[in-house]
């Protein structure tokens, strides 16, 4: 059985607003592979840093469009975990903020409405030349999963509306980050391994301010040091635990 440490449950009873800051670990109980999993079947033999950059997207633009097909596709198999359920739960009781490096939508599908999405979506294209949004259908990938990417009505290739290494955040997405990080009673970080900024600077951010942090990872990881607390669980057994518990 699943036991919430004293010190998270004390911080969690008493705090009107709750800031969740999740990564790819959230929804890896969704069947969602984290980039540190390894790639599963056609992608197995490419590094995902090898594959979400621009520069690459240059390079081979069905390759790269390809994979994201082939990640909206995983994304829309799979469903919201009790993790992300149980934060849309809590989220009746308290003013819970979300704030993810998550491009998926499964957040939102488990009824939360999330306030930042740092690294975009995976589900919003847009042009490479112009920006303007691409709402037309997608090509299916062929054998090898290449797809050539769709032309948007100015001639640029369509991209995925995700940050790409080396990009800049979304200036709002990522304002309303800080803000909800300073300006919060708690900070819960769950299934991130803190080693992409400048998301990862956000728990020390919210420690200068004198935020508690918990961390929610069944592993160690760049932020443990500084969390107040770490929890060695899942996603999708320590959050549920923890809102029973409330
Ligand atoms: N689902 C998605 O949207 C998705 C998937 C893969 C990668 N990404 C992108 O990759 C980048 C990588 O950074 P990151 O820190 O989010 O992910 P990461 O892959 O670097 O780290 C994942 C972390 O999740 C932890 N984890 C694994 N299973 C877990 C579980 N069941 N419950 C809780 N934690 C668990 C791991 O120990 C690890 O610390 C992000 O920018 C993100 O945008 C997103
Ligand atoms: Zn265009």
């Excluded at 056609?42 to 590094?47: G, H, M, P, Q, V």
């Excluded at 997608?138 to 080396?166: H, I, K, N, S």
């Excluded at 991130?192 to 990862?200: E, Q």
């Excluded at 760049?222 to 518990?245: F, H, I, K, N, Y």
């Amino acid at each position: 059985m699943t036991i919430v440490p004293v010190e998270v449950l004390d911080v969690a009873r008493t705090a009107r607003r709750i800031t969740v800051l999740t990564g790819a670990g959230m929804s890896a109980e969704s069947g969602v592979p984290t980039f540190r999993d390894a790639q599963s079947g056609l992608w197995s033999r490419f590094d995902p840093a090898q594959l979400a950059t621009e520069d690459a997207f240059r390079r081979d633009p069905a390759l790269v469009f390809g994979w994201y097909v082939w990640r909206l596709g995983r994304v829309r198999e799979a469903g919201p975990n009790a993790g992300h359920l149980s934060l849309a739960q809590w989220a009746r009781s308290a003013d819970v903020r979300i704030v993810t490096q998550n491009v998926d939508d499964l957040h939102e599908r488990a009824g939360s409405e999330v306030l930042a999405h740092l690294h975009g979506s995976l589900a919003a294209f847009r042009c490479l030349d112009c920006g303007r949004p691409f709402d037309g259908d997608l090509p299916e990938p062929d054998a090898v999963g290449r797809a050539a990417p769709p032309r948007c009505p100015c001639g640029g290739l369509v991209r995925p509306g995700v940050v790409w290494f080396g990009e800049p955040l979304p200036q709002k997405a990522f304002a309303d980050g800080v803000l909800a990080c300073r300006d919060t009673e708690l900070l819960l970080v769950v299934g991130t391994s803190g080693i992409v900024y400048p998301a990862a600077g956000l728990p020390d951010l919210a420690r200068s301010m004198g935020v508690p942090v918990v961390e929610i990872n069944p592993e160690p990881t760049e932020l443990s040091p500084s969390c107040d607390v770490t929890w060695r669980t899942t996603a999708a057994t320590g959050l549920p635990t923890l809102v029973a518990a409330l």
